[in-house]
């Protein structure tokens, strides 16, 4: 069974740059009609609800959040059965734990995250 693990977060100040990464236990996009189609990030602040960071489709299309466009990048490498979340200039209002699961979620593919926490 498909299982994601996050890591690559941490404490920054803002401006700076972290990487996330979330490697699959499997292909992140399996060549069957069951397969996800889009593999996102998710995130959840502090007193906030979970939302959608950005995702990258099995085409390779990327969408992104406003309040993190220009400064986050998804990628993914398939030999590694890996994502990423290359996030700059990192500010106060990007602390959260970040998820990977594919969009829409799958509940069983929630993992712990990875804490990303930005101070000023």
């Known amino acids: 069974q498909l299982q994601l693990v996050e890591s690559g977060g941490g404490s920054v100040q803002a401006g700076a740059s972290l990487r996330l990464s979330c490697v699959a236990s499997e292909k992140l996009y399996p060549h069957n009609s069951m397969g996800a189609q889009i593999m996102a990030w998710y995130r959840q602040g502090p007193g906030k609800q979970r939302e959608v960071v950005a995702t990258i489709a099995r085409g390779g299309i990327t969408s992104y959040v406003d309040s993190v466009k220009g400064r986050f990048t998804i990628s993914r490498d398939s030999t590694k059965n890996t994502m990423y979340l290359q996030m700059n200039n990192l500010k106060p209002e990007d602390t959260a734990v970040y998820y990977c699961?594919?969009?829409?979620?799958?509940?069983?593919?929630w993992g712990r995250g990875t804490q990303v926490t930005v101070s000023s």
């Open positions: 699961n594919q969009k829409p979620p799958n509940r069983v593919l």
